[in-house]
């Protein structure tokens, strides 16, 4: 099957990331219904099950709302692909403001390409920085930092970690056999990582403050 939409089509996967963008959720069939004009929910369906055979979005079966576009799909519409806002992280003590939010931030496609994600935009996300024990490596209050999930974990890397206070962004630093999460501020004292009680919940990878897209 062709992968190129048609007008029609492309409406459809317009409306969707317009509902994405200003809610945080894909839209419902009523919602999709209403706004092509629709006879019944089965035309809304056949015209999700073509974008899905097209490979322009994904959906995860019976869960509602639960439509997100791939790279394609936002190439197709000519939209900068939405990544998710996951809230606010601290960059100093920890705190507990890592929670489900539903905003999501439109990022150009030539910097998650750069970034080497254009084909994993389900395992990064965006949050905003509050602190400044990060500011020696450039990362300020306010900021906001694309986070990519992975598996593995260097010595040197930024991480977002969590425990059961809360989220901080900080250097994991491995030395012998002692990990730590290191601020880059001379203010704030490095804090020794304990078996089990920190959970690394992915790697600093870009701070989107500080590029122009």
């Known amino acids: 099957m062709s992968k190129y939409l048609t007008l029609k089509q492309k409406k459809v996967l317009e409306l969707i ?3 994405i963008y200003s809610s945080g959720f894909s839209p419902t069939l009523a919602d999709l219904k209403d706004e092509l004009g629709a006879s019944s929910n089965q035309t809304v369906l056949n015209f999700l099950e073509i974008l899905e055979k097209k490979e322009c979005i994904k959906k995860i079966d019976n869960k509602a709302r639960s439509i997100s576009i791939t790279p394609f799909g936002y190439k197709e519409i000519e939209k900068d692909p939405l990544i998710k806002m996951e809230g606010t992280s601290a960059a100093g003590p920890y705190i507990e403001s890592f929670a489900d939010v539903f905003t999501f931030l439109p990022i150009s496609g030539q910097v998650l390409e750069k970034e080497k994600i254009i084909e994993a935009q389900d395992k990064v996300f965006v949050i905003q920085i509050s602190g400044d024990s990060m500011i020696n490596v450039g990362i300020n209050d306010g900021d906001k930092l ?12 930024i991480v977002l970690a969590r425990t059961d206070d809360g989220t901080t962004v900080k250097r994991f630093v491995a030395e012998g056999g002692k990990r730590y999460l290191q601020p880059e501020n001379p203010a704030y004292e490095k804090m020794v990582i304990i078996p089990g009680e920190v959970e690394f919940q992915g790697k600093v990878i870009l701070n989107l403050s500080k590029i122009n897209q």
Do not use: A, F, Q, R
């Open 146 to 157: 694309l986070i990519k999930k992975s598996k593995e974990y260097k010595s040197g890397d």
């Open 17 to 19: 990331y317009d509902s």
